[in-house]
């Protein structure tokens, strides 16, 4: 019964709400349902694919209803630029999810904050640590970890992708918490921090949850049938508790017992040990940030990397030729190396454009009632950035299904061949305050193994040669499907070198 009323008190408010809002100019899109509008309509996979295909018989700013919620779906650069950067002030909010904003508390993590003081704060301190001035220092321990990463992929390379979970969280908890991880699967906080991710990744897959319908659903009791979300939402909220709090707290008794590290997190309690409840918050939410939101992203990026070039030979050719131009037989890569590699910086660009980690931008809310190309935009709409469709629109990057770093190189129109960079990480005032580090990530790891490995190979989990037409799995976040490859060392010098001057760091 109490299912029954708040299933009808919630398409009431939608009905009420749809009716309003249709008898204004609201952009074109699919014909709705009364009350439940176009929830029936809404691609359950590959949004970015379907939305793409709408787009060309609706427009580039398309308006669709989910009981009664305003969607507005952008599919061009120009309208994603005009809307959330020109007008990013106003676009700047997140919607507000029910189940992960509110039941479990993802609103505490900056990604998901709403706009206000909180989020302005944490976002300081996360740009403030990650920035050109700091990139020396981040640099630094990144270099350090590689040379611990090839000795893992000698000795085992096809668990290549663990190993590259393991740099990811290797570089990230070093600079925000001080932290070494010796291993991926044992560490604690690496752990925490992998349940907390995937429990994000459920929250953020569209029509998981009813209660995201029907939020009136929240206030069922725990023991009623159907309620089974309200179990999941309470671990989840325990997990994040624990990440804001544990890691936090172990730096903290670190720089009480004089043996921490130095790192984001003690610069923060050393700089002002005695926080309010309110700034303790944003302490926590921001060196939470970096790793939560970072490793599974960074992760598909570097997976794409190897997909890439397994499937492009002369890619991998010419991004070593030009390694080794520079370098020789003498030493590894650097980030510093990056502008004398444009090649290899092209190829990075095309990781970031081809399977992007986001095919559709985190959502946006606009904060008051707005008008674009004569549609009204109604306050409180959810906006959806189609970033897939915009890395693979062939007027901007001509023949987008292939991966081309030359493309990069030597730009002759302005509007072709942009840097991927500003469309794959976010937009306006929400673009990701750690896109330098995750960039930076990506660039060392290629240019380390482009310089040392050979990759080949790529396979499907049944054995299958995979095309180049890669089908990405989909996802809250986006991952390459699954795959194996082989990766051998590019000589036996290079093995040898691996072997006896670098297993001292691993």
């Known amino acids: 019964m109490a299912i029954t009323i708040a299933v009808f008190l919630s398409l009431l408010t939608a009905y009420v709400f749809w009716r309003l809002v249709s008898r204004k100019s609201l952009p074109p899109g699919p014909t709705g349902l009364p009350f439940i509008g176009n929830t029936l309509q809404m691609p359950k996979n590959r949004e970015w694919v379907a939305y793409g295909q709408l787009a060309k018989k609706y427009g580039d700013v398309m308006h669709m209803t989910v009981l009664g ?68 220092d981040i640099h630094r321990v990144a270099e350090v970890k590689i040379l611990r990463l090839l000795p893992k992929l000698l000795a085992s390379p096809t668990d290549f992708k663990s190993h590259l979970r393991w740099f990811i969280a290797g570089v990230v908890l070093q600079i925000t918490h001080g932290h070494d991880v010796q291993d991926l699967g044992t560490d604690p906080l690496c752990q925490l921090a992998g349940v ?23 206030y069922i009791p725990a023991w009623f049938p159907g309620a089974g979300f309200k179990a999941f939402a309470n671990d989840a909220r325990r997990s994040l508790n624990r990440l804001l709090d544990e890691p936090y707290n172990q730096v903290k008794e670190q720089i009480t017992r004089g043996t921490a590290t130095e790192s984001f997190t003690s610069k923060l309690i050393e ?14 939410m921001s060196s939470t940030q970096f790793y939560a939101a970072g490793a599974d992203t960074t992760a598909s990026s570097l997976e794409s990397l190897f997909l890439i070039l ?49 095919p559709l931008a985190i959502p946006h809310k606009v904060m008051q ?20 469709a915009v ?38 005032r929400r673009y990701c305050p750690g896109r330098i580090l995750a960039d930076d990530m990506v660039f060392i790891v290629a240019a380390t193994i482009l ?21 990405s799995d989909g996802g809250s976040i986006n991952h390459p499907p699954p795959f194996t490859c082989t990766v051998t060392p590019r000589s036996a010098d290079v093995a040898h070198f691996i072997s006896n001057s670098l297993s001292s760091h691993n």
């Open 451 to 471: 310089a040392t490995f050979n990759v080949t190979n790529a396979r499907s989990l049944s054995g299958e040669s995979i095309l180049k037409d890669v089908q």
């Open 69 to 136: 919620k305003s969607i507005i779906v952008l599919t061009s650069r120009e309208a994603i630029l005009d809307l959330l950067e020109k007008k990013g002030t106003i676009y700047a909010d997140r919607p507000i999810i029910p189940m992960g904003s509110e039941m479990i508390g993802y609103s505490r993590i900056t990604i998901l904050c709403p706009y206000g003081t909180r989020l302005k704060e944490s976002r300081k301190l996360i740009t403030n640590a990650v920035n050109a001035r700091s990139a020396p």
């Open 196 to 218: 907390v991710n995937a429990q994000f990744s459920a929250v953020l897959v569209p029509g998981k949850f009813l209660v995201d319908s029907f939020p009136l659903l929240r």
């Open 310 to 358: 397994a499937l492009y030979p002369e890619v991998q050719r010419k991004a070593q030729a030009e390694l080794d131009a520079l370098l020789g037989s003498t030493r590894l890569p650097k980030c510093s190396d990056r502008d004398k590699l444009p090649y290899v910086s092209g190829l990075v660009k095309e990781v970031h454009r081809w399977i992007p980690v986001f």
């Open 369 to 388: 009632d707005d008008m674009y190309k004569g549609y009204h935009i109604p306050k409180g709409a959810t906006v959806v950035a189609n970033s897939w």
């Open 391 to 428: 890395l693979h629109d062939p007027s901007i990057y001509p023949d987008p299904f292939e991966v081309k770093p030359e493309r990069y190189l030597n730009q002759k129109i302005e509007d072709v061949n942009p840097d991927p960079v500003y469309f794959a990480f976010g937009y306006g």
């Open 271 to 284: 700089n002002n040990p005695n926080p309010s409840e309110e700034e303790l918050l944003i302490y926590k």
